[in-house]
């Protein structure tokens, strides 16, 4: 069996997930070589770090190579602007020499800015081909989340960082009925910020010092604080419909640890969460006592 790459996000990918877009040109630009991302036809050919793999681009990329060490002057390349990513159209080789060869920050380019529509849902069904394509989805996801939420990753203790698609769904229909309930109503007229700040500070903060005083981040690797918010949020809800009471988020924590934190195929695929609750259902009247 072949070892997986890491290889470059198909613009293709992300294309069919979006809903309106329209492309501007905003003219040539320099762009940071960091901000590459992806492609638009061969995000097969070259590793995220840009680095050719076939034979034949080898051979172009040491053509290039050459070229830009004589000072021939080459062409910007071209490429599509997502957020603040980028995905290149024409000058994959010269790209992967700047970066590669010259430890280039920045490179010019003929930049297309790609605005589009793209909203969450739990009904939104996704179409991608790559690892890689499902990473970018979320970022989209988390842009589209923080807009609704004015939750910034940049300004939070502990940014709201996820690994599955929808999480941010879950995150934000969770944040949408806080603010509707909270108190009476406290929130149900006041801006969206008051209300997401407010459930940050006072729900999502307090779980994750639980979470880090029992240590249960590293029962399950490659996953976030936020992951393990859900899936816990979910955990709860079952355990307090089986109860009859809200159980709270301390007993929650402590008991999915002490059941999942052995479980390995758990962190590979949590979709499968809902499947392994339903199998211990006879375990729950323990709690009930």
């Known amino acids: 069996m072949s070892e997986e790459r890491d290889i470059l996000v198909d613009f293709g990918s992300i ?16 762009i940071g070589t ?8 061969r995000y097969n050919d070259f590793s ?24 021939v002057n080459l062409p910007p390349i071209q490429v599509y602007q997502v957020l603040d990513s980028y995905f290149i159209i024409d000058g994959h080789h010269r790209a992967a020499v700047a970066r590669k060869v010259f430890n280039a920050e920045f490179i010019d380019a003929e930049v297309f800015e790609v ?24 970022k989209l996801e988390e842009n589209s989340f923080s807009s609704k939420t004015y939750l910034s990753n940049a300004v ?9 698609l929808k ?11 806080y603010k509707a309930g909270y108190n009476k109503g406290e929130f149900a007229k006041k801006h ?7 459930w940050y500070e006072h729900s999502f903060l307090p779980s994750v010092s639980i979470m880090e005083e029992d240590d249960v981040l590293s029962g399950f690797p490659e996953r976030t604080y936020t992951d393990l918010y859900v899936w816990m949020q979910q ?26 934190k052995k479980v390995k195929p758990l962190y590979l695929i949590p979709s499968k969460i809902k499947d392994i609750l339903h199998g211990i259902k006879e375990r729950i009247e323990d709690f009930k006592e």
Do not use: C
């Open 115 to 138: 605005k589009f529509e793209f909203d969450i849902s739990i009904i939104k069904n996704y179409s991608y081909d790559t690892e890689s394509a499902k990473d970018f989805l979320i």
């Open 167 to 177: 999480s941010y769904v879950k995150l934000l229909d969770e944040i949408e009925h």
């Open 34 to 41: 960091e901000k590459i991302v992806g492609s638009l036809n």
């Open 156 to 164: 939070l203790k502990h940014p709201l960082k996820v690994t599955e």
């Open 48 to 71: 995220e770090n840009m680095l050719p793999y076939r034979g034949d681009s080898n051979m172009r990329f040491a053509n290039i190579e050459r070229a830009m060490l004589s000072g």
């Open 235 to 260: 955990h709860k809800y079952y355990l307090s419909q089986q109860a009859g009471r809200d159980v709270g988020f301390d007993f929650t924590a402590h008991d999915f640890v002490r059941k999942y």
């Open 192 to 198: 969206m910020i008051f209300a997401s700040y407010h």
């Open 15 to 30: 294309e069919k997930n979006l809903q309106k877009y329209k492309i501007k040109n905003k003219g040539i630009q320099a």
